[in-house]
């Protein structure tokens, strides 16, 4: 059977993702240019896992690099691909803007390129809730608007969208973009609050409550972000479809956009007193002014998802940050004291 090739195999979410494609049975071919945007500890504990596992192989690569993605490409000839890479974090775009062009455009482009040279069943990517942007019209759906985004790392994944569109109509390429709503859970990012927080509150340290605390996130737990991934990878947009297909951009163009959230927006507030319950400590915090490029609230409409898959997202946030903790203790995580 051909390998499902997942790009960013060593970061949080793309750990995950492959892990329970090798727990059914399927290869992998991983590739990542393990950059080191945070703690590379973590990324290597997470590959060190991979490794140890019947169906792993793995190139590092930077994506940027189209005629070295197309070489491995034309090597492995991927059934489908599940593209996770991605220079990540909205205030970092801030004061790095090209390491976001770099990955994020040029990276996707080379995907794109590969797909069109060696057509595979699905592309499935991840894009964003940060699409969203201004939206101030809550949950969040499919078929707003995404004209006004606050950042620049935004702005890359609505770029992302709006090339697989073109690629999917130029060139058939079945694909479905996936817009996260802040993934929390073990083996997670450290440069997102949750992790943060969990690192300070732990050592005393205050943590920072921007917009004074007054905001809500759609919190969406990594296993079921996972679950959303495989479902979705097996069930690629047909080249047409009814114009109420779930999803469907275009009834003539084969690409789909979903949220993945928890349709469950959680107050800071309440978020820091759960965590505050499952370390069984008490924060210490400090309430900020809103920072540029952040939005208030997040909320995900995903009727579309629960159409196309019959699933969608429901753990709450103790049960999740209950979780997290457990494995933040524990002796898999490579950055604790």
């Not at 894009?127 to 702005?155: C, I």
């Not at 097996?234 to 047409?240: K, V």
């Amino acid at each position: 059977m051909q390998p499902i090739l997942v790009t960013g195999a060593a970061g949080f979410i793309g750990h995950a993702v492959s892990r329970a494609l090798l727990a059914q049975g399927r290869a992998v071919f991983g590739v990542d240019n393990l950059t080191p945007y945070y703690d590379p500890r973590l990324k290597a504990a997470r590959l060190a896992d991979l490794r140890g596992r019947a169906g792993f192989s793995f190139r590092q690569i930077d994506l940027a690099d189209g005629p070295a993605t197309l070489a491995a490409f034309a090597e492995v000839l991927p059934q489908a691909v599940v593209h996770l890479a991605a220079q990540a974090g909205v205030r970092h775009s801030l004061d790095h803007p090209r390491a976001y062009t770099s990955a994020n455009v040029e990276g996707f482009l080379s995907i794109l390129e590969a797909c069109r040279a060696h057509p595979v069943a699905h592309l499935v990517y991840a894009s964003s809730s940060s699409v969203y942007g201004a939206n101030t019209k809550v949950p969040f759906s499919e078929k707003d608007p995404v004209e006004r985004p606050v950042s620049l790392y935004a702005a890359t994944k609505r770029a992302n969208e709006l090339m697989a569109q073109t690629y999917s109509h130029l060139f058939r390429i079945p694909a479905s973009g996936l817009r996260f709503f802040t993934v929390y859970g073990p083996w997670g990012r450290p440069d997102m609050a949750y992790f943060k927080f969990t690192d300070a509150i732990t050592a005393g340290r205050e943590i920072d409550l921007y917009n004074h605390g007054k905001m809500w996130r759609d919190f969406t737990y990594i296993d079921e972000v996972v679950e959303a991934i495989l479902r979705l990878v097996g069930t690629p947009p047909a080249d047409q479809a009814p114009a109420e297909a779930p999803g469907r951009v275009d009834p003539a163009v084969p690409h789909c956009l979903f949220n993945i959230g928890n349709h469950t927006p959680v107050a800071l507030e309440r978020f820091v007193a759960v965590l505050e319950t499952a370390l069984g400590q008490t924060a210490r915090t400090r309430l900020l002014p809103m920072q540029p490029g952040d939005v208030e609230r997040t909320y995900a409409d995903v009727a579309a998802l629960h159409r196309a898959v019959g699933f969608a997202p429901r753990t709450p946030i103790e049960e999740g940050l209950a979780r997290f903790v457990a494995w933040y203790r524990s002796a898999e995580n490579p950055l604790r004291g």
